[in-house]
């Protein structure tokens, strides 16, 4: 890999984590309006999904076919989709901090599937990299309250589901980022739109709500999704995992400016121990490229 391509998955990674780390700010404005987390879920892929076909087509970005098309629509429909629900069904159990700590489990579990399963031996530096990186999360979502132990179950569910996901994710090629993501997005938006049709949950009123859903759809899915995929065809699985642990940092300092919460000495701390462990990793060249199936 040259540095080139590998600087530019490094910049794509750290873009998605930012889009990412945004969407919680959005969200919470929509929740403050009175909507549930499933019409929300199902308003969002349904936006995201169309915007990216179009971008897809426009971009004359080959059409997944057989297999591949199968692998994208179950990443959507399971994947997306349960990590979906059991981070945001977490939510209501445990407080938002833990759950936040629970997801970011996810980077080590990458790298140590990408081990067991995939034979992707990990670097010492990699390792090393989660744990510094898992540790500064720690700090940075802030003081933990007590939850439910189903809570606490399903916010490691939605680790173990993101990090399969991810996996999965990697060993899909010959499909550009917009494709990959307008089919995953298809799929998640089928699936949560029955079940939103199926529970008929509450929606956003206030326009200044549905404007932030629309962010939510567009920055934090549309641009936060398809830099991830690219980021994932230059960078592997387990940097693109570690990289994307910028995300909480990104969501508490956004939190703080928009919505007034203060930052306390550990938050900060724990950021900056995030980013140090990105740094180090963006800085060092892998030991070998990803192998594609």
Not at 88 to 93: I, K, N, S, V, W
Not at 98 to 120: C, E, I, K, M, N
């Amino acid at each position: 890999m040259t540095n080139d391509r590998r600087l530019l998955g490094i910049v794509l990674a750290l873009t998605s984590a930012a889009s990412f780390g945004v969407m919680p700010v959005l969200t919470k404005v929509v929740y403050d309006d009175g909507a549930e987390p499933v019409g929300v879920l199902a308003v969002r892929f349904a936006m995201a999904a169309a915007v990216l076909q179009v971008l897809a087509r426009t971009r004359r970005e080959v059409r997944p076919r057989g297999r591949t098309l199968a692998v994208l629509l179950g990443l959507g429909g399971v994947g997306y989709v349960g990590q979906a629900l059991c981070y945001f069904f977490a939510l209501e159990r445990i407080s938002a901090g833990l759950t936040s700590l629970l997801l970011y489990f996810y980077p080590a579990l990458v790298v140590v599937l990408g081990a067991v399963l995939l034979r992707d031996r990990p670097r010492p530096l990699a390792l090393g990299c989660v744990a510094v990186a898992t540790a500064g999360t720690a700090l940075t979502v802030g003081p933990l309250e007590g939850g439910q132990v189903t809570g606490v179950l399903l916010g490691l569910s939605a680790a173990l589901v993101y990090a399969v996901y991810i996996l999965v994710s990697s060993r899909v090629t010959g499909v550009g980022p917009f494709a990959t993501a307008a089919w995953v997005l298809t799929a998640s938006a089928v699936v949560m739109g029955a079940l939103a049709a199926a529970t008929g949950p509450r929606l956003p009123s206030a326009p200044t709500a549905w404007l932030a859903l629309v962010g939510v759809a567009l920055v934090g899915t549309v641009v936060a999704v398809t830099t991830f995929f690219a980021a994932l065809t230059l960078l592997g699985p387990s940097d693109t995992a570690v990289i994307s642990t910028v995300e909480p940092v990104v969501s508490i300092a956004v939190a703080g400016l928009v919505l007034g919460e203060r930052l306390d000495p550990l938050q900060l701390a724990g950021g900056a121990v995030v980013l140090l462990a990105v740094g180090v990793l963006a800085r060092t060249r892998p030991a070998a490229e990803p192998v594609p199936v």
